[in-house]
């Protein structure tokens, strides 16, 4: 009973520091008004271009190509479906890998490493921040699509999606926690960011369908969990066909969320070791 009072309270402890990192980088954010708007806005206006060029190259927004590839004409829902999980990707690639980075620039990265809870707590407040602020920019896009093209979902997949979406993202935590550690020893973590990121949006079938990448490159996207949070988003939403079921994708977006924490978390320990031995840490 002593032993479980203790867990419980260490759990609260944990909860409330990743809480309280949450709230602080609202805080930050909130102060720069001019910027926070533009950070809302930005994912529109990048979103826009696919959905022109998709659009023009095919004559509307049906495509007899894409419903012989996966079942359904819908340019416009199947590119805006896809377009979402970007942001949860830049959120694992830039937002978490680059959360050590921002305690650096604010000259405060000593006294959080020096805080009396895990590095982990640090960056899952971090990490709870980076969803929270990417669900606010999808709501805006969702507001815009419908706006502007409507998009035709069966609200019926919204379930299935919402469970695969957060099996996902837990995979996508141990990769955020993977970028961080490159900041810890290269400073200028952009350098892995910009070069991971552009490898796994390829990868990633965003804005195409996965039958038209090379076959090796197909095989390479199933080790990536946004493979399957589109996939089956889109299969839930629109009826995109895909090769495997429900209980499929979770047991290999579990799979995937297990082998990445942990891999993310085992490189950012060693990595943290290794920085405080060489006396590193600290250089900017």
Same mark, same amino acid.
């Given at each position: ?13 944990? %909860?409330?520091?990743?809480? =309280? ?10 102060? *720069?008004? &001019? ?9 529109? /206006? ?6 022109? *060029? @998709?659009? #023009? ?6 495509s007899e ?26 959120? $694992? ?21 020096? %805080? ?8 899952m407040g ?12 999808? &709501?805006? +896009? ?23 979406? #957060?099996?996902?993202?837990? &995979?996508?935590? @141990?990769?955020?926690?993977?970028? %961080? ?10 350098? /892995? ?14 804005? *195409?369908?996965? $039958? /038209?990448?090379? %076959?090796?490159?197909? +095989? =390479? =996207? ?51 070791? +290794? ?10």
């Amino acid at each position: 009973m002593n032993r479980l009072r203790i867990w419980w309270s260490k759990l609260r402890h944990y %909860a409330g520091a990743v809480w =309280a990192e949450n709230i602080k980088e609202w805080k930050l954010e909130l102060t *720069y008004k &001019a910027d926070f708007a533009r950070g809302l806005i930005d994912p529109v /206006v990048y979103l826009l271009p696919y959905l022109l *060029y @998709g659009v #023009a190259l095919v004559g509307g927004r049906s495509s007899e190509n894409l419903q012989r590839l996966v079942g359904t004409s819908d340019i416009i829902t199947f590119i805006t479906l896809g377009y979402v999980f970007i942001g949860f990707l830049n959120m $694992a690639l830039w937002a978490m890998g680059f959360s050590l980075r921002k305690e650096q620039f604010y000259g405060t990265l000593e006294s959080v490493f020096a %805080a009396p809870v895990p590095r982990w707590v640090f960056t899952m407040g971090m990490s709870l921040h980076s969803i929270l602020h990417q669900l606010l920019m999808i &709501a805006v +896009q969702i507001v815009f699509i419908l706006a502007v093209f409507s998009i035709r979902i069966n609200p019926l997949g919204l379930l299935p999606t919402l469970l695969v979406i #957060a099996l996902m993202l837990v &995979a996508l935590y @141990g990769i955020g926690m993977f970028m %961080a550690s490159f900041t810890l020893i290269f400073k200028q973590g952009w350098l /892995v960011s910009e070069a991971l990121s552009s490898i796994l949006m390829i990868l990633t079938p965003i804005a *195409y369908p996965l $039958a /038209v990448l090379p %076959a090796f490159m197909q +095989q =390479a =996207a199933l080790f990536v969990p946004t493979t399957y949070g589109i996939l089956t988003a889109r299969h839930f939403l629109m009826g995109e066909k895909i090769s495997f079921t429900l209980n499929d994708a979770l047991l290999r977006l579990a799979l995937l969320s297990l082998l990445w924490v942990a891999f993310g978390l085992l490189v950012f320990a060693l990595i943290e070791r +290794q920085t405080r031995r060489a006396g590193t840490l600290s250089h900017y």
